[in-house]
């Protein structure tokens, strides 16, 4: 089990007060738990406040998207390898302003797992046409290649299920539902259905292009190939 420890910049009386510079200590000791005692704390990730973000060195607001700006174009359920490292999903500003990926929240309706909150110092930004990444690791080698992933998520992607993006409050911005998924193939939304309100499922089809160093097929962060 993790200690909460202060950020050793913040630990005198006074600044240890403030909230968000403690976080959950990360160095292990003992027969399993974490933490430094008798010793200097590492550093924590200091969140900036609530709904504000880093732009590069600037402190701003949160964007969040806009209605209809946020579709989800493609996911991989199946893929060839290890599913808990393989899994992704892309998103795409489909709008012309730029949103941030930042407080967005990620669910299935068929789990128990509360929403996955993407919460970082970066507002990570989608430019106009732009698409993220999502993903169950960030680690090239496991996760057959991947370009950057932007954030992740813990739960599965069953072969039949659904998926949602939520915005901070918890509103739905975008959804898809599938009742079958292919091996080794992400499912692409066609480019001329992305402005369709609501992912239809026949909007979507196989992938048919090769990525990774498996036999998995899909573009993850870039654009689909129109469907048959």
């Not at 974490?34 to 200097?40: E, I, R």
């Not at 730029?98 to 930004?125: A, H």
């Amino acid at each position: 089990a993790p200690a909460l420890q202060v950020d050793p910049d913040f630990a005198d009386a006074t600044a240890n007060d403030m909230p968000g510079v403690w976080c959950d200590a990360t160095a292990p000791y003992g027969a399993g738990d974490l933490g430094t005692p008798g010793a200097m704390n590492a550093e924590c990730t200091i969140l900036p406040p609530a709904g504000m973000c880093m732009d590069g060195a600037t402190l701003r607001p949160v964007a969040p998207p806009q209605a209809g700006n946020l579709v989800i174009t493609e996911f991989m359920v199946s893929p060839a390898g290890d599913d808990t490292k393989q899994e992704w999903f892309e998103i795409k500003n489909v709008g012309v302003d730029s949103f941030d990926l930042n407080d967005l929240q990620l669910d299935r309706v068929g789990d128990t797992l509360m929403p996955v909150g993407v919460r970082s110092v970066d507002c990570k930004p989608v430019a106009g046409g732009g698409h993220a990444l999502f993903a169950r690791s960030t680690v090239p080698a496991d996760n057959d290649m991947l370009p950057a992933v932007d954030a992740t998520f813990n739960f599965s992607l069953v072969p039949s299920g659904d998926l949602r993006v939520l915005d901070s409050a918890g509103a739905e911005l975008d959804a898809v539902v599938w009742t079958s998924a292919p091996n080794a193939a992400a499912r692409q939304l066609d480019p001329d259905q992305e402005s369709v309100a609501g992912s239809v499922e026949a909007n979507f089809c196989a992938a048919t292009t090769a990525y990774g160093l498996l036999t998995n097929k899909g573009t993850p962060k870039a654009a689909n190939l129109q469907c048959p």
